[in-house]
Structure formats: C-alpha cells, structure tokens
C-alpha cells in the first residue's frame, strides 16, 4: 500500500505519467502528419520529443513504484493538425502543462532525492517550452542592438 506521506505527491505524479504518454503518441502522430519540407525540419524533432515524453512516463512510473503507489496507464486526448505550426502549438501547450504538473509534484513532495529529481526535470520540460516558444516565433529579443544603442548615445 502507498506510504500515506507520498499520497498526494503520488497522484500528482501519476497525472505526470499521464501526461508524458500522452505527449508521447501525440508526438508520434504529429511525426506521421508532416508532408512537404516541413517533414526534413520536424521530422527528428518530433520523433525524438515522443521517445523523451515516453521515457519520462518510465521514469516517474518507476518512482511512483518506488513510493508505493502504483503509476496509472492512461493517455488523455491526441490533438492533430495537418499544419506545423498549429501541431507546435499543440504541442507547447503540453510541454506547458508538464512545467506546472512537476511544479506542483515539487510543492507536495516531502521525500528529499525525489524533490532533486523533480528540480532538475523541471528544468528539463522547461527547456522544451523554451525550445518550442522559439520556433513558434514567440520570443522577443527587446534589447537594443550595439549599433543601435551607440547611435542614441551620441544623439
Ligand atoms: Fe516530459
Ligand atoms: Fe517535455
């Protein structure tokens, strides 16, 4: 039976391990719907996001094990799109969502290598949000080119 102490932390992280396979197929789907150049650019990308989220439902099952409970074995809804950006999109609101289901498997964890553990994946999905937001175009770079800034200081 589950340590009561990792009850909480347990179902949260089960909603990880939900999630991860989740991410999972649908990586995998977004890797067969690519057509044209897209398919060259994304292809390895998509297909290598799949095998990470399918490892990390591993991993935090495996955890969740070692806490006593037992990992669920359920994918939630596959979103697909024949359109690139629309699937990248898709897929930057999982990556978003694995950033707070592990924020908030932190905050319940009261079981000190698993909160290292957490700290460090945390980082890790937060790269892929990160990664995703770039090529999606979402991010501004505000600060002033050199040149720029050396033309208004001399005015
Ligand atoms: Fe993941
Ligand atoms: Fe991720």
């Not at 699937?87 to 694995?98: G, R, T």
Request: proline share 3%.
């Amino acid at each position: 039976m589950a340590n009561p102490d990792h009850a909480e932390l347990i179902k949260i992280l089960n909603e990880a391990v939900s999630l991860e396979y989740t991410a999972a197929v649908q990586y995998n789907q977004h890797s067969m719907l690519l057509t044209g150049r897209d398919r060259r650019l994304f292809e390895d990308l998509f297909k290598d996001n799949s095998k990470e989220s399918l490892g990390h439902a591993k991993m935090w099952g495996d955890r969740i094990v070692y806490l006593g409970g037992i990992p669920k074995a359920e994918v939630g809804a596959i979103r697909q799109s024949a359109d690139v950006n629309e699937m990248l999109q898709m897929d930057l609101e999982i990556e978003k969502k694995a950033v707070d289901v592990y924020t908030r498997a932190h905050r319940a964890c009261q079981h000190e290598p698993t909160r290292y553990m957490l700290e460090n994946h945390i980082l890790d999905e937060d790269k892929d949000v990160e990664e995703l937001q770039k090529l999606l175009g979402k991010v501004q770079i505000t600060e002033a080119r050199p040149l720029e800034k050396q033309a208004a200081a001399s005015q």
